[in-house]
């Protein structure tokens, strides 16, 4: 007779679209190690969702950001807190893994291990602590198990808390970006041959779109002054269409697919971007970007005296120098960002587009896997799988 393999159930909660993204692929690795013994549940997008989550809620839910703006959403976001540590309490899986959206997911943390210490609670992606409120380093050392960190330079942070921490690198290397090549992207799209590409990434949360979307409408309406055959390209997610195409009234096309948004960059002179893990993907894909943010104004006033690096861009935080132009907050106008990305667009200057993707080449190089023949994902599925006692080996 031989001896029935254990069966893993692992409870995944991502709350926007950087973290379904980081949870699909940390669930191909997981299948990949352990195969149909694990079964996942709890929150997730649709990229988590084709690799067979059942997401309780939409997690469209939880994609707030900013302290104003998250004020008239409280009741709403506490009943989902409640309802997740619920349903962990009922499924009692073999681990619990976050991922990124601390305001949520903390609280899911905090609340569970109140009531069950039992199972394993790991955070993948490190809050921002090197940016502001150091402090967190400390509180979420209380109640976290493990943290898998993306960046190198993460670790010590929380290590000297106590906390058990691994950097696994960032999964963004692992999708091949640099080689992906789609010819048929502009003849499926109608766009002519010879014509520049400006992508345009205003964010993932309504509220982000609906700030950047009109600076980035003027600043296209006055490139195309100077360059008149200039066709632009929106990835985006498939809610949200129905509003840029309310927000954004110029001609554009939207595309709603990873593999149309992947295609885009390779055509792309230039993209103009909100700050966020995007800057990671067209680094990867070398595309030449800008970047544009701005926050509620209240938002904006209570934490500039908080933060503590100088950058917001993960390219240039890695390499600790602008190499990706900022434009935030005042500087985010039509005028500053045209003089910013003019010049991916003169015929003939090369050299910025070679600068910039020469240096965003470098910092990508940092968040390889620490371990040899392995990519992120794997890192960071072996280290689950060692946390819920499962032998690889």
Not at 139 to 151: K, N, P, R, S, W
Not at 153 to 166: C, D, I, M, N, R
Request: charged share 20%; proline share 7%.
């Amino acid at each position: 007779m031989t001896k029935e393999m254990k069966k893993y159930t692992v409870f995944l909660s991502a709350g926007e679209p950087s973290g379904d993204f980081l949870g699909s692929q940390l669930m191909k690795a997981l299948k990949g190690q352990l195969g149909d013994q694990v079964t996942f549940v709890g929150l997730g997008g649709s990229l988590m969702a084709a690799e067979g989550l059942p997401s309780l809620f939409p997690i469209e839910e939880l994609s707030i950001m900013g302290l104003a703006e998250i004020i008239p959403h409280i009741r709403r976001i506490r009943s989902r807190i409640q309802e997740t540590v619920k349903a962990i309490e009922t499924i009692h899986p073999d681990i619990v893994v976050t991922i990124d959206s601390p305001g949520f997911n903390f609280r899911v943390g905090k609340a569970l291990k109140k009531r069950i210490t039992s199972i394993p609670l790991v955070h993948y992606v490190a809050p921002s602590v090197w940016a502001w409120r150091p402090g967190r380093a400390r509180a979420v050392a209380q109640f976290l198990d493990h943290l898998l960190v993306l960046f190198p330079f993460e670790p010590p942070y929380f290590l000297k808390e106590g906390l058990a921490t691994t950097f696994v690198g960032h999964p963004v290397v692992e999708l091949g970006l640099e080689n992906l090549n789609d010819p048929t992207f502009r003849k499926c799209h109608k766009i002519d041959a010879s014509a520049p590409i400006l992508t345009l990434l205003p964010g993932s949360r309504r509220g982000e779109i609906s700030r950047l979307l009109p600076v980035f409408q003027e600043t296209t309406v006055r490139l195309r002054e100077k360059y008149p055959d200039l066709h632009v390209v929106i990835p985006t997610l498939p809610h949200l269409v129905a509003q840029i195409q309310k927000q954004f009234t110029l001609p554009a096309t939207i595309v709603t697919t990873p593999l149309e948004k992947y295609a885009a960059y390779k055509e792309s002179h230039a993209a103009l971007v909100a700050s966020g893990t995007v800057s990671l993907e067209l680094a990867a894909a070398g595309v030449p970007m800008v970047i544009a943010y701005k926050i509620n104004p209240l938002t904006h006033f209570l934490v500039r005296r908080l933060v503590k690096v100088k950058y917001a861009c993960l390219v240039n935080l890695l390499m600790n120098q602008e190499v990706v132009p900022e434009r935030l907050q005042d500087d985010c106008t039509p005028e500053k960002l045209i003089a910013a990305l003019e010049r991916f667009f003169k015929k003939g200057d090369v050299a910025a587009r070679k600068q910039m993707t020469t240096e965003m080449k470098r910092a990508l190089n940092m968040l390889s896997a620490p371990l040899q023949d392995t990519s992120p994902s794997q890192c960071a599925a072996q280290r689950i799988c060692q946390i819920m006692g499962f032998s690889l080996y």
